[in-house]
């Protein structure tokens, strides 16, 4: 049985917690065999004010495993329902999550830590509640270059291994993440109460989202109509920074969109290497829904659907609130071009919009995709091209270096128009065009790394490169390659 005397490690508190029943499951976590501590992101827990300084680190990974509580948590599992694929399940929850409960951060923020993979729950489904090696480490590596870009995440406190065997496609090594977020709150979330009509309790939730999540929506006139215009805000530029830096997130469900705008479950990710907007590298996405391309449109229909939960908040009139909503889910799109144009204009080091812009950009696309060039390394190599050097470099990336050469003519020209000085302007474009990216292969190295060898060196390394993205590092060298051809097609899995 779990120890619950455990020590105190973060003032947690239970806003969510306090909730109607309906909203979760008391659920403690399952204890594991052997619990060691793979990392601890002191960082991210000074700014929690999260404190196991003190602790050795078996009682460390003894917490972080959930085999002992910490003094103050009161463990929850989530409920809610989702859109997967398209195909509704009006009960899914966490499965393998577990809340510990919430901290109040350096800033003032409240934000939830929780425990992945920390054993079966009311919401399993059969599962064992369970998560593997593997995926722990993706999601840690991952999440936390994320944060390293400056895209809304969530973040990853620490990884522990159990010393137990979980059964997927094999015996694999089992292991926990500790999570961090805003809040975990999902449409998902919405659907599920209105899935059981339960109008009241919508009310009381989008109450909640407003006070913690969007406090700068005050007072009682069309609150719920200016939540549903800030989230759509939140999710477009959230999906345009996804998509300037080339990241397919692969599992857009609306139960994986969270009313945050943080970024959420890194099962089936990845990055592009050579641009190609059909992208795909979920095993399970047969059919390219949620391509790089179609994260918008997906985007979109994920609002659409939350939009649908709270209609009887919108207007009394069920007419006219379905008419609010759907003129501003139409309004999605251009808010997200406008987002992604901004983005994409300071990726070639415009500062100025000019009406030509967005075919100048589309033009570098298109020949990106038909001369199969390196989405990150273009972009970085822009940056030394607009200094008036690495032209060369940068030309070879594309099959034809000719194709850039034409293009480079046209953007010369652009640049031309601004005030910017070329030192400024090139510093500019560094701070957006990173130099270094959770590359597929790399991040399958490190997992092999770790899994088959119980040889970690790898992670921590590859962690330590990811935390300085836009720098010209000696700590990149190692990951500056290209997938090799038998690296390609590359294709995930969503881990559960």
């Not at 549903?228 to 998509?243: C, T």
Request: net charge negative; glycine share 8%.
């Amino acid at each position: 049985m779990t120890d619950i005397t455990g020590p105190r490690i973060a003032a947690f508190s239970h806003s969510y917690a306090g909730l109607a029943d309906i909203f979760f499951a008391r659920q403690a976590p399952t204890p594991v065999a052997q619990p060691r501590l793979v990392t601890f992101n002191k960082a991210l827990g000074d700014e929690l004010g999260i404190d196991v300084s003190a602790l050795e680190s078996d009682v460390v990974a003894a917490i972080l495993a959930g085999n002992v509580i910490p003094d103050g948590a009161d463990p929850i599992a989530m409920a809610y329902a989702g859109h997967q694929f398209g195909n509704f399940v009006s009960r899914l929850g966490d499965g393998r999550a577990i809340l510990l409960g919430e901290v109040i951060d350096l800033q003032g923020r409240r934000r939830d830590v929780q425990l992945k993979g920390a054993g079966p729950t009311p919401f399993s489904r059969r599962g064992d509640g369970r998560a593997a090696l593997g995926p722990v480490l993706r999601e840690y590596l991952v999440s936390e270059a994320m944060a390293a870009l400056g895209i809304p995440t969530t973040r990853a406190l620490a990884a522990v291994t159990t010393g137990e065997w979980v059964f997927r496609e094999g015996a694999l090594p089992g292991a926990v993440l500790t999570r961090v977020a805003l809040s975990h709150i999902r449409v998902g979330t919405f659907q599920y109460l209105a899935a059981r009509g339960e109008a009241e309790a919508i009310k009381h939730l989008a109450d909640y989202v407003l006070d913690r999540l969007y406090p700068e929506i005050e007072g009682p006139e069309d609150r719920y109509m200016r939540l549903l215009d800030a989230f759509a805000g939140r999710q477009s530029a959230l999906i345009a920074r996804w998509l300037q830096v080339g990241f397919i997130h692969g599992v857009m469900n609306t139960d994986n969109m969270a009313l945050s705008g943080e970024t959420i479950d890194f099962g089936p990710c990845g990055f592009m290497d050579a641009y190609d907007p059909a992208t795909v590298f979920s095993s399970i996405d047969q059919y390219g829904r949620y391509a790089y391309a179609q994260q918008a449109v997906i985007g979109q229909w994920n609002l659409a659907r939350f939009a649908e939960t709270i209609l009887p908040l919108l207007d009394p009139d069920e007419a006219r609130a379905i008419e609010r909503a759907t003129a501003l889910i139409k309004d999605f799109p251009h808010r997200f071009r406008a987002a992604w144009l901004a983005g994409m204009r300071a990726k070639i080091g415009l500062l100025t919009e000019d009406d030509g812009d967005m075919a100048l950009i589309q033009d570098l696309l298109q020949a990106m995709h038909t001369q199969k060039a390196d989405f990150t390394l273009t972009f970085r190599g822009l940056c030394a091209a607009a200094e008036g050097h690495g032209d060369g470099t940068l030309a070879r990336l594309f099959a034809e270096p000719a194709a850039f050469e034409a293009w480079a003519v046209d953007w010369r020209a652009r640049l031309a128009k601004e005030s910017t000085s070329t030192a400024a302007r090139a510093e500019a474009m560094r701070r957006v065009n990173p130099a270094i990216i959770p590359r597929n292969q790399h991040v399958e190295a490190m997992i092999e790394a770790a899994v088959a060898r119980d040889d970690f060196a790898p992670f921590h390394a590859f962690g330590a490169a990811l935390a300085r993205p836009y720098d010209d590092s000696p700590l990149h060298l190692p990951y500056a390659g290209l997938p090799e051809p038998a690296e390609q097609p590359y294709r995930t899995f969503c881990g559960t």
